[in-house]
């Protein structure tokens, strides 16, 4: 069947509505705060083949290509022809989804005349997964909690029990975890019972006909995006010190006609330690990912926009990590992928690509008290984003996770802590004719009332450490991230042996400096004004104002000394040039 274009538009939009329906029932039923606050999760629709046909607006990028993933391997070991009515099929493997043991996966046939038509799919970041606490000490994946193979969770309609006692034994939270499972089976009920509506009201019998349209017109988008750039092959070597050693990230582009290979050739090979893994299918996630950013950004994703893209990622390399290989903070270097793509492909596309962003600093705070009760939290402190050619970069975002907050105030009615500041970091973001995005800092301690006998530890990860994120065009670095404990900074060993674990308590509090973001373009370029409204915001001081920007402030009334600013950014245009 094929379609007009009004027609096409409308279906394709009606089941973009489908996933939004879907993420709405999680939000609203979810047990867990980074299910139903923080929407870790995503919803989509995905075709008979294994691709993408419409997602949820709320979706955790990653997640949108890994669930496409899993489908295309569910119908390879379960055929379409011995599905039932009420099967949902249930995975989590770090090598098939999106990198980590606790991002759990339920695929719904959806059915017509008796005939598998497409799936409902959704997945969440689920609370635990069982496994050490501290992952920082995980040499193994088996270290990192349990993996389980794509199979039934519900069968014919029947809830595979077994499964349910499995996680009941070696969960922790395992109400908590069934509980969002419960949400992701309602979700794709809903999703289900909205396609039949929507082919009910059509009078369809298939969706793969949609699918060729909408996928093959996003194809045909992309191409002609990449066939704008001229031939070549565009390099960035990128070095990175995130745990306790130093990574170096080669990124090679090549665009050839209509088509983008990355090439990740001479990366690091993978860790022994630490979980900073990526395995290949989260890899080539956020490649696609930053890809489709680039050249395609206002086109909803789906299977056809990345049809276009090839990877080469040698194995054993921390960007194609091999079983068991520790992958729990797969983040560590699947989040890098981006700033060295728009490095290497800031040579030939200046005014689409952004500066190094900044990374934010999370981690789940897991507590116990005296009574035996545990709860948990997870808490985020955003980085900055990368300025680009013609705007600054956003403060505090958690890109490229795609997730939301969780309030000061839920987390401490959540967990006995209580969160003393949370506040812009000052001079953070990189100086450029368009300023870097900064960063947070923020402060957690015990609460003061809690027990002596209670057990709070916050099991967290930080990017950005050490190494500043870099500016472009000229544009200056952002400040690097780094953790503090009762005012004192801790040391590269201090960070390794406490931070996958470290305790709260009434005297001992832990503070996130996540990282600020890389400017574009010459300071001394920058408007005057706005950076006299960095000053009044307190985004940048008036110290920072004069020897970055090269503009002089009254340090009382804040008004520009226009003759002394004049002379020096004179000087700042002279050193700067001298120092190129």
Known sequence: MQYDLMTMEILWRRLITVTEEMAATICRTAFSPIVGLAADFSCEIVDIRGEGLAHSKATVPSFTYAMANAVRALIKKFPPSGMQQGDIYIANDPWLLAGHHSDIALLKPIFRKNKVVAFACSICHVTDIGGAIDRQIAQESYEEGVIFPIGHYYKAGVINSYLVDFFHQNIRFSDEVLGDLNALVTANDIGEQRVHELLDQYNIDELTSLSDQVLGRSEQAM????????????????????????MKVMCNIIIKGSEATIDLTGTSPQAPRGGINSTLSYTMSHCSYSLLSIFLPGVYANGGCYRPFKYIVPKGSLFNATFPASVWNRTNTGWLIHPC????????????????????????????????????????VGGGMGATFKNDGH???????????????????????????KVIRKNSGGPGKFRGGCGLYSTMIGHPNMDKKSKVQFAGGMLRKRIDPLGFKGGKPGKHSYAESNGKELTREEFVATF??????????????SSGAGGYGYPWERDLESVKKDVLNEYVTVESARQDYGVILDPKSLEIDIAATNQERSDLKSKGQTEE
């Open 223 to 246: 191409r002609k995006s990449l066939e704008s750039v001229p031939d070549g092959e565009y390099f960035s070597e990128s070095n990175f010190d995130e745990f306790e050693f130093p």
């Open 341 to 380: 793509v728009h490095k290497s492909l800031l040579q030939v596309l200046p005014e689409r690509v952004m500066a190094s962003q900044g990374m934010l600093s999370a981690g789940n705070t897991y507590a116990r008290t005296e009574s035996k009760a545990s709860s948990n939290s997870y808490y985020y």
């Open 395 to 421: 403060h505090s975002m958690l890109y490229p996770a795609g997730v939301r907050n969780i309030s000061i105030e839920v987390f401490e009615q959540l967990v006995p802590c209580i969160v003393t500041e």
């Open 500 to 513: 996958g674990a470290f305790p709260l308590t009434p005297t001992q509090s832990l503070t996130l400096n």
